[in-house]
Each structure stands twice: as structure tokens, then as C-alpha cells.
């Protein structure tokens, strides 16, 4: 596969809406390290969305990991959001499981055992230095560690493409840090592209990394 | 905490449908019993100048289950002091057979009317008594009491339904949001509603497991007892077996439905 992203003439709405993207044209390789960036407002978490399937294009041409998403069917869909790990900015966690059951979601819908599950959902917490929390629900946590959980989720399962949502968005320098580690790591080591939506790039990443701004609903490449 | 009142907010709708429907089933079984006393002490009594057979009544009337003489004897004995033995025996010839018929099942006034005039008309008897004054009043208590059994049912079972249907729309709101995260994530249909069948199947055996205590208590205390002997009517027994079945049968079939129900709009938003 040459892309894991590619979108061609891409415009996206809500609805019958003005349109949030136009004609936008973006290539993603594996193991990329990509950061889209743009004022708030300019589409960006709405770019972002149509790349788990949340939002159909309304023109043109999106693939994700060669599976065209405009016409996808439900199962096919669901089939595409297995090999994706996403982190969202609100976290999205599920607030009557445990923080250790949050983080197997993916495993328990990719059929593994539950062994499986606990051994891998732990080794992640301790990464993210929450194992002492394994137990606690997150409405019990703080705002950063919610984020670490939602990403400790992300990773669970050695996705193809993080796709994170301003993933350090209302987090303390610290959450910032342990977060940064992780999706450097997860590039650098398992080869995983990931795709990242902030309003800052942070200067001390030390990676090669591609760039898209927005800007009222155009995407640029910036070199 | 959280868990155990999702339970409670399953199984209270799920006990009164229960409890709803098993006092139906045994309210009808009390009026079935009550009708059967009733047609068994119920009894039309003709006068008819011949011996009459059951078999050639039966086939002119329909409706009639046995007839029995009436014995003419304690009329005979206490006139023997005023009459000789002579007319004795002549009057034995000459007076007419009584007899007493039972029906098959308990009727209503047109029914009565019916059976009067075909036994009229068979030109077998020559008069019928119907005690349909009588009749007519107990009739209408007895309808009065079946009525008022099945509104009482249908009306509990109607608020059961909207209780559940309210809870319905509790659990929409409760569970949207796990399932559009495992959404998300790309769970298939029935992993994400697994959880609600889950519950719902527990809860089925739990309503039936307290409807069933109660309807075995129930005709073992005493002061319902006295108030059914007041009343002449047997309380049934609840049928282990039988009944737990039927009961966790609907639960489960009502529940399960209403769930699928849930999970189609859900799928749908």
C-alpha cells in the first residue's frame, strides 16, 4: 500500500451545511508522522473525522488503508475502525467500566482472549504510568490521566494509524509529555503512521514529521 | 450501586407484567371453577306425562348433559292418610314424571329461553321450570366478577407496558453513549448489545423467580383463605412447572423484544 490516506477533491459538509473542507487533495504514507494544524474552527477535527468514517465525503474521494469511505457499508466500516486507534479530544471513555476494561475495548473486539486482553491492557497502563489506577473508573481520574487512558486505548491493539484529536489539548506538561512518548514510540517502533490534529506542534519531538495547515476550509502543504 | 439499580429498573416493570398476567391467569381459573359450582347446582325441572330417556332428550336439546327423575314418592306418602290405598295406586299411575336436568356448561338468559322452548316444543314434557329469576341475578354477578377481573388485568398490564417502554427510553439515553464509542471502535452489532441482552435475560429469571414466590405464598395465608371460603371460591396453586414456564416464557419473549426494539433505533441513530 503507497498510502494509508489519500483524499482526492475531498469536500466536506454537515448536511446540506456550507461546506467545512474543499477540494482537498492529501497523501499519507505509512509510518508517516503528520500533524494538522489550523486555526479553531478551520476543519480540522472535522478532516479528522471523515478519516474514521464518522463523516462521508460529499464530493470526491477519500481512502483509508485502500478502502474507499464514501460508499462503505456498515460491516466493511466496522471492519476499517479495528485497524485505526483514535484518541479523542473529550476522551471518550466509557464511564461504567474500569480503566483497565477501557483500554481492552479494542482487544475485546478483535476476539482476543481474555488473558490476552488483561496482560496487554496492563503492560500499556504501566507505559502510560497509570497501572496503580487499573481499577478505578474514569470519572475517578483527572483530565490528563483520562487522556493517558484514551491513549493507553489507542494503542492497545498495534493499530496501523493513530488518528488523535488535539490530544494535549488541556493537558499539564507532564500528560503532554507521556502522550508525545507514546505516538513518537508507536511510530518509531511498531511502525505505526499517525495522524495528529493540534493547534501546536511541539518543538522538542525530534522527528521527521509532514505537515497540513487549514485555512477556511483549504488544506496546504507545508514544506 | 449503578449496576444494581439498572436491575431494579428492569425488573420492577418486569414484575408487575408478571404479576399482572399471573392474577389474570388466576383470576380466570377462579371464575372457570366458580362457573363449573354454579352449573353444577344450576337445574331445570320438567313435568312430563311419560317416562323420559336421556338419550332422546339429549338428541332434541342440545346443551343438556344428564337428566334425573324426580321421585314422586314423599308426595304419595303424605297423602296416605287421607286417601285409600286403591287411589294410592291409581294416583301413582296417573301423576305425572318429574325430573331434573343438568346442563352442560353454565348459560346466560337466551340460552335458558333456548333450552325452555326446544323442550316445550319436543312435545316430551308439558311444563318447564327455569328458576330464571334467580339465575339471572347470580349470572350477573358472575359476569359483573369476570369482568371486572380482565379490565383489572388489562389495565395493569397496559401500565407494565408503558412502564417498560419508559424504561426503554431510559436505557437509550444510559447506553447511547457506550455504544457509540464501541461504535467507534468498530464493535460488531452484537457485542455492543450484549450487555443489554444480558440484563434482560437475567432479569426475566429474576421477576419470575419473585412472581413465583409470591403466588406460592399467597394461598398459604390464612386471612386470603378466609376471604376466598367467604367468597366459595378455591384459590388454584401456582403450577411450579407449568406456570414458572409460561411466566418466564413471556418474560423473556416481552423483554427481548423491547430490547430489540432499543437497539434498532439505536443502530438506526
Partial sequence: MEHVIEAENLTLSYGRDEPVIIEANLKISPNEFVFITGKSGSGKSTLLKSMYGELVPRKGDLNICGVGIKNISGSKLNLLR???????????????????????????????????CVKQAQKLLKHVKLIHKADKYPYELSGGEQQRVAM????????????????????????????????????????TTVVVVTHHIPSTLGIDYKHFFLESGVVYEVS | MKSLKNHLSVIFPLFVLLFSLQFSFLSNQIVKDYAKKLTEDYTIVVVAPKILSQAVIQSRVSGIKSIQEISSKNILDRLKGNISSKNI???????????????????NMTEIERIKQKLLKSGLVSKVETFSKTHDKIYRMFESLKNTAFVFSVFIVIISVLLMFKQMRIWLLEHKERMSIMTLFGAPFWMKSAVLYRLVIVDSFISTFLVGIVFVVLPQ?????????????????????????TLLGISLAFSLFIVSLVLRKMNKE
Fill in chain 1, 82 to 116: 479495528r485497524y485505526l486507534g483514535i484518541v479523542f479530544q473529550d476522551y471518550r471513555l466509557i464511564n461504567d467500566w474500569t480503566v483497565e476494561k477501557n483500554v481492552m475495548l479494542p482487544l475485546m473486539i478483535g476476539g482476543f482472549s481474555k488473558g490476552v
Fill in chain 1, 152 to 191: 493507553a486505548r489507542a494503542l492497545a491493539h498495534n493499530p496501523v494509524m493513530i488518528l488523535a484529536d488535539e490530544p494535549t489539548g488541556n493537558l499539564d506538561e507532564y500528560s503532554s509529555e507521556v502522550i508525545w512518548d507514546l505516538l513518537k514510540n508507536a511510530k518509531e517502533h511498531l511502525g
Fill in chain 2, 89 to 107: 295406586s291409581l294416583l301413582k299411575i296417573a301423576l305425572p314424571k318429574f325430573y331434573s336436568i343438568k346442563l352442560q356448561s353454565f348459560p
Fill in chain 2, 221 to 245: 395465608i390464612d386471612k386470603i383463605n378466609e376471604f376466598a371460603k367467604t367468597m366459595d371460591v378455591k384459590i388454584p396453586q401456582f403450577d411450579l412447572i407449568y406456570d414458572s414456564v
